[in-house]
């Protein structure tokens, strides 16, 4: 009976021990052998360095493209920037050494061009419209004056070149003897003398000496409107030359002959009124101001604020307001025609140097006699008409 006993309680033991080794295998995590974990480590370190090598060679062919991109990027943006001229598309000076030039109203790096291929052009545009059974004079040497891209003249060492070039195109290509091409030299020489006009040294002087004697040989042959736009060229030089005796009697022989000619053109008006204030700069009258204000409200209302003609105007009525003692109204129309014009047509513009010129007179005598803008005000009409 006691061994019984023992014998029950011994497999019962074995028993529970069998039953706690089986719950612990079934708990515990399966073992890896040392060799499978190395062959997996191995295998996910080769898997690693792939994919690491992959995408350093992806980002460095991404970078390599960058890089391409940037550069051509690059020479696009720098080509752009330069300018090139826009008859021969050549970047740079031309054959004879002289640079790319541009003296007009084109912005940006349209506009540039060499003079070489400017003066080539308007001779063929201008053989061409000479040929032509209905050319007019203007059309003939319309290139030798205008920007064809932005339709404003050349101004200052381009117009002066170009302008030589076209008395040259004239007088060699233009001579075969018919009237129309002797109107055409006398509409040359007559361009010429008004740019040498704006010139002050002693080579313009003197060429313009002999444009004068070509021209007063030549007058016999003109029209009453002819004659007196070269007879105002002629005031115009002499003027400029300080021959102010001379110059003012041609003066008022074109203004005669421009009102008896009864020539109501936009051009004859405007020479009409410029003379007039070359005449009479020193003491204009309240009929000087009213009609340069007419001239100007209209050219204004007919081609805007911003056209060449609307600021030439304005600057004539400025001046006459000034020479009338309305200084202060003057100098504020000076002031919006300065910035107008330096905007649309740039600094070296001859509207900007006109009417910055005369802003800068008018503002230095006003400082040297602040009296002459007080008297402005000095009746209450002077004031109402400066507001």
């Known amino acids: 009976m006691a061994m019984t006993m023992q014998l029950k309680l011994f497999f019962g033991r074995l028993r529970r021990r069998s039953e706690r080794e089986e719950e612990e295998m079934m708990t515990e995590p399966p073992t890896i052998s040392s060799c499978e974990h190395s062959t997996t480590s191995c295998e996910r370190s080769v898997a690693t360095s792939s994919t690491c090598s992959t995408v350093l060679s992806s980002s460095s062919t991404l970078q390599r493209i960058d890089s391409s991109d940037a550069i051509k990027s690059e020479e696009t943006t720098t080509s752009a920037d330069c300018p090139s001229c826009w008859l021969c598309l050549e970047e740079g000076s031309d054959t004879s050494g002289k640079p790319l030039i541009r003296n007009c109203s084109c912005r940006g790096t349209s506009g540039y061009a060499h003079i070489s291929c400017i003066v080539h052009y308007a001779e063929h545009k ?15 040497c319309r290139y030798f004056k205008f920007c064809p891209n932005c339709n404003q003249e050349y101004q200052n060492d381009v117009q002066c070149d170009l302008s030589k070039a076209m008395v040259s195109f004239v007088e060699r290509k233009l001579h075969d003897g018919t009237p129309r091409a002797s109107y055409l030299r006398i509409v040359a020489l007559v361009d010429r003398l008004f740019v040498l006009s704006a010139g002050s040294n002693n080579a313009c002087t003197s060429e313009g000496q002999v444009i004068c004697s070509k021209l007063t040989f030549l007058m016999d042959g003109m029209d009453s409107v002819m004659k007196a736009r070269t007879y105002y060229a002629l005031g115009c030089f002499y003027g400029s030359s300080g021959s102010l005796k001379k ?17 109501d053109s936009d051009s004859s008006v405007r020479d009409i009124a410029d003379i007039e204030i070359k005449l009479n700069c020193s003491n204009a009258s309240s009929d000087d101001v009213d009609s340069l204000r007419s001239r100007y409200e209209e050219t204004f209302a007919k081609s805007g604020r911003e056209t060449t003609l609307t600021i030439d105007a304005g600057v004539a009525l ?38 910055a010129t005369a802003l800068q007179g008018l ?25």
């Open 126 to 140: 201008g053989r061409q419209d000479y040929g032509s059974s209905n050319h007019n004079f203007n059309s003939v």
């Open 247 to 263: 110059s003012k009697a041609y003066l008022e022989t074109a203004r005669n002959l421009l009102q008896d000619a009864d020539d």
């Open 318 to 355: 400025a001046k006459a307001l000034h020479s009338s003692d309305r200084h202060i109204e003057a100098e504020k129309l000076l002031a919006n025609l300065v910035a107008t014009s330096r905007r649309v047509h740039g600094q070296d513009h001859h509207c900007t140097k006109s009417a």
């Open 363 to 387: 503002t230095n005598e006003l400082l040297e006699d602040p009296s002459r803008a007080d008297s402005e005000f000095g009746d209450i009409d002077g004031w109402f008409k400066s507001i």
